[in-house]
Each structure stands twice: as structure tokens, then as C-alpha cells.
């Protein structure tokens, strides 16, 4: 495990094909390390009032971690015991930061498979994404390994799926509407006031929810 700076664009490459995320990094001008915010109007019950962590986009397509829908009621300590990483009776045994980890649903995309949206002091070769501004992917089993020993990163989410769109699909939502983008903030994506991050996040970029329409177009 090690920290690691921003990687060269090629080197960003193989780290998404390494974590098993479609992305084709050489291309400028998208939304990587971006927030992505549903319009009001957005009538897709899959994104409404959704804040999504764009982890990347380019002509191949996107995909995105979405941070402020709970998976209900399963929780990460439930979770390292399902898939062996702990016995049950450890649980009252774990670190402050597996114990109150959050678990969401990162989208309809792949919802059995977990990905974990991570401050960038953790770094496992040839399975972490590095994306942008201390934030980094990693889709292995390992970083919940660590994070039950209490050697992962200092702040984390778990995502159960994950969002995707075709190559020229976001655009063309974006285009027509559907969503508004802005700078990523730490404090949305790992903080804990969930149910009010999509109206921080309209706010993080000047807009008054209660003044929106289908007429508005992106930030």
C-alpha cells in the first residue's frame, strides 16, 4: 500500500482496465473527477436527486459512483462476514472506520459487485484507480481486507453497482437537460449527512433547487 500522485494519462489507462472499468483515458475534455447532479425534472427513478462521483468518461462511454442513496439495510460489517472476511463474532472487533463505513447504491449497473470510493492514501498495484484530487477506485477484495485490519483508507464508501452510459450517451442527457455537473468535493462524497448532499450540491454551485427547471442548462 502507498500513496500515490496524479498518473500520466497512459498510466491511467491500465489502472482503469486493472480495476475492471471500460476507460479510455487519452481523451481531453470530459467529466473524470467530476460531480455529476440529476436536474429536478429527472423522472428516471434510477438517478432522481442522485450525486454521482464520475470516476470516468471519455468517447467510450462513462461510469459514475452514486453517493447519497443508503443500500438500506445492509451494512459493511454484514458484508465482511457474507463474504468470509471476518467471522461474526468479530464484529464487535472491528476499527471505528469498518464499523461506521457506508454502504450505497452505486447504480444499476453490476449490483452484486462492490467498489470502494476512497481517499487516495491507500494504493493496491495494478487494482487501484487513482482519478483525481486525493480520489481513488479500487474493485478488489483486498482494500476490505485492509479496512477490516484498520490498514485502509482514512475515508471510504462502498458501492454496491455502479452507473454506466454508452459512448455519447451522457452528453446527449447532458445536452437535453438531465443533468447539471460541478467540481467534486470531499465532504459530499464521504461525509455523513447523506440525505442532504443533492441539495448541497445544487448549492455548491450557486442554485436555488426551488428555482430549477427544464429550461436550466449545466453549470
Known amino acids: 500500500m502507498r500513496p500515490e500522485g496524479k498518473e500520466t494519462k497512459t498510466r491511467k489507462t491500465t489502472r482503469a482496465k486493472s480495476a475492471g472499468i ?83 447504491k452505486g447504480g444499476p449497473v453490476d449490483t452484486g459487485r462492490g467498489f470502494v470510493l476512497h481517499s487516495s492514501d491507500f494504493y493496491i498495484q495494478d487494482a487501484t484507480l487513482n482519478i483525481d484530487d486525493g480520489i481513488s477506485l479500487t474493485a478488489t477484495v483486498d482494500i476490505l481486507k485492509a479496512i477490516a485490519k484498520g490498514a485502509g483508507p482514512k475515508h471510504a464508501i462502498l458501492a454496491l453497482g455502479y452507473a454506466g452510459w454508452a459512448p455519447g450517451q451522457l452528453e446527449n442527457e447532458i445536452q437535453h437537460n438531465g443533468w447539471l455537473h460541478c467540481d467534486a468535493d470531499p465532504e459530499l462524497i464521504f461525509g455523513d449527512d447523506v440525505d442532504e448532499k443533492y441539495l448541497r450540491a445544487l448549492r455548491k454551485i450557486g442554485i436555488d433547487p426551488g428555482m430549477l427547471s427544464n429550461e436550466a442548462g449545466h453549470a
Open 22 to 104: 471500460g476507460h479510455n483515458a487519452t481523451d481531453e475534455g470530459y467529466l473524470d473527477g467530476q460531480l455529476l447532479i440529476a436536474m429536478p425534472v429527472m423522472n428516471d427513478p434510477r438517478f432522481e436527486r442522485s450525486v454521482i462521483y464520475m470516476c470516468a468518461h471519455s468517447s467510450e462511454g462513462a461510469m459514475g459512483i452514486i453517493v447519497n442513496r443508503p443500500a438500506g439495510s445492509i451494512d459493511f460489517p454484514g458484508l465482511l462476514v457474507q463474504l468470509d472476511i471476518i467471522e461474526k463474532a468479530d464484529q464487535i472487533l472491528l476499527p471505528e472506520n469498518a464499523e461506521m463505513m457506508k454502504v450505497m
